[in-house]
T-cell receptor
């Protein structure tokens, strides 16, 4: 069983809509959660990080964390065609280690 | 430089050849990571350095893979006797601090193709 699960997509939303990207993880003791965006052929770039239960907002992006349900999500408001990319969920599953465990990513397509 | 620099950008190797991939982290960053990313997959952890110390090499898939960071700055990932399954993008990332909340900054990667 993969430790960080994401729907591979593609998730298709119209321009201006809210895109909702979801991620579940297997280790209940996980503490740090990150969302990376990866354009085709490019390296991952950090969008958001969240450590506490609840919501964290940064511009058009909101990260939501529910540790009891082992669930983290990313909402993108007012989606733009430039948001079309693969979104990678990453979890630090062992506080004794620095390694991040990544999901396989969800491909988002924003239709103009 | 302003970001993490990796070279070469592309590498084609014949099966059985040795390759060396270089990473220049952001200046002053303590932590350095190597990840392997297969097509359509997320990055998979290979190894982690804090300064010159290799603190975690649990992700290295075999003893053909070796990484070093002798002066706590530039790092080299070496793959001996390459196999076709080694074909992937190798990503280097660095972070300023050694704590788990210190975000990773990735380089553009080296795409290795083993023929």
């Amino acid at each position: 069983q993969k430790e960080v699960e994401q729907n591979s997509g593609p998730l298709s939303v119209p321009e201006g809509a809210i895109a909702s990207l979801n991620c579940t993880y297997s280790d209940r003791g996980s503490q740090s959660f990150f969302w990376y965006r990866q354009y085709s052929g490019k390296s991952p770039e950090l969008i958001m990080f969240i450590y506490s239960n609840g919501d964290k907002e940064d511009g058009r992006f909101t990260a939501q964390l529910n540790k009891a349900s082992q669930y983290v999500s990313l909402l993108i408001r007012d989606s733009q065609p430039s948001d079309s990319a693969t979104y990678l969920c990453a979890v630090n599953m062992d506080t004794g280690r620095r390694a991040l465990t990544f999901g396989s990513g969800t491909r988002l397509q924003v239709q103009p | 430089g302003a970001g993490v620099s990796q070279s070469p950008r592309y590498k084609v190797a014949k099966r059985g050849q040795d390759v060396a991939l270089r990473c220049d982290p952001i200046s002053g960053h303590v932590s350095l990571f190597w990840y392997q990313q297969a097509l359509g997959q997320g990055p998979e952890f290979l190894t982690y350095f804090q300064n010159e110390a290799q603190l975690d090499k649990s992700g290295l898939p075999s003893d053909r893979f070796f990484a070093e960071r002798p002066e706590g700055s530039v790092s080299t990932l070496k793959i001996q006797r390459t196999q076709q399954e080694d074909s992937a993008v190798y990503l280097c990332a660095s972070s300023f601090a050694s704590t788990n909340d210190s975000p990773l900054h990735f380089g553009n990667g080296t795409r290795l193709t083993v023929t």
